[in-house]
């Protein structure tokens, strides 16, 4: 069974960073491409980050510059490094990963960028 789960989410100042991680479970995560989406209420989900299995990367223009994915395949883990946090940015962060058959979602992790 595949689960993914996210960690790292929280209440920040606009500036600061936060870390996330995406835990994934019951794939042979080195084989797939992982997606980081961001929603909030009443916008349609945003792609924010991939990255493939041969660690080439995309970002949302909104936030080049500022954010950083990476995966580690020994630990089963993606990563986003959220930089100079803006209080856009606020949004639940889920993971997501397509095996070919099925999409898989992380239930997703809240930011808040907040002074």
């Known amino acids: 069974q595949v689960q993914i789960v996210e960690s790292g989410g929280g209440l920040v100042q606009p500036g600061e960073s936060l870390r996330l991680s995406c835990v994934a479970s019951?794939?042979?995560?080195?084989?797939?491409?992982m997606d980081w989406y961001r929603q909030t209420p009443g916008k349609q989900r945003e792609l924010v980050a991939s990255?493939?299995?041969?660690?080439?990367?995309y970002y949302a223009r909104s936030v080049i510059g500022r954010f950083l994915i990476s995966r580690d395949n020994a630990r089963n883990t993606m990563y986003l490094q959220m930089n100079s946090l803006e209080p856009e940015d606020t949004a639940v962060y889920s993971c997501r990963v397509d095996d070919g058959d099925t999409v898989y979602w992380g239930k997703g992790t809240l930011v808040t960028v907040s002074s």
């Open positions: 990255i493939t299995s041969g660690f080439s990367t």
């Open positions: 019951g794939i042979i995560f080195s084989r797939y491409a």
